[in-house]
């Protein structure tokens, strides 16, 4: 609400407003207490609705109608350029859609390969449980069940043999 007045003060006048003059003229005009002129004032410098200018030792602060409407302007320019960036591409993105649509028509052999296939994947899935199931008794899990019992025996013989060696097992 501040903002807004102070911007409407702002470009009431066309005229320069010095630190000191901003500081007096906007509690008269607008309303705004003097303690928060400064702080709105910086708030519209920084969104750009107000323009502020150091000359020598001072803050010149302005804005301009015409300012404000060429900013809108552009804004609406940036916006319809992407409405209709976003159009073509939803267009486009339409059109790619109906040409895939055009090899998909539903015709018998597509259905009944698309059962086909469906009926495979399930028969994959039951033969993947099935040689799950006997992977117990395939030769190469035996022969590494072998090893790894080669292995554990070994290394307890090392360790009865170590125990009895140094005495510990009589």
């Not at 200018?53 to 916006?79: D, M, Q």
Request: glycine share 4%.
């Amino acid at each position: 609400k501040k903002k807004k007045k102070k911007t409407q003060q702002q470009q009431q006048k066309t005229t320069l407003y010095a630190n000191a003059m901003k500081d007096k003229i906007a509690p008269k005009e607008k309303g705004i207490t003097t303690m928060s002129v400064k702080e709105v004032l910086q708030s519209l410098v920084d969104d750009g609705m107000v323009d502020c200018e150091r000359i020598g030792t001072s803050n010149y602060y302005w804005a301009f109608p015409s300012k404000a409407l060429h900013a809108r302007k552009c804004k609406l320019e940036v916006l319809e350029s992407q409405l209709s960036k976003g159009s073509q591409k939803h267009e486009n993105l339409q059109k790619s859609i109906e040409k895939a649509k055009i090899g998909r028509q539903e015709m018998e052999e597509r259905t009944r390969l698309a059962k086909e296939l469906s009926s495979f994947r399930d028969q994959r899935e039951q033969l993947k449980a099935e040689v799950e199931k006997y992977k117990e008794c395939d030769p190469q899990v035996v022969e590494e069940i072998r090893q790894a019992n080669k292995v554990a025996k070994e290394a307890a013989n090392r360790w009865t043999d170590r125990s009895t060696s140094h005495g510990i097992i009589t």
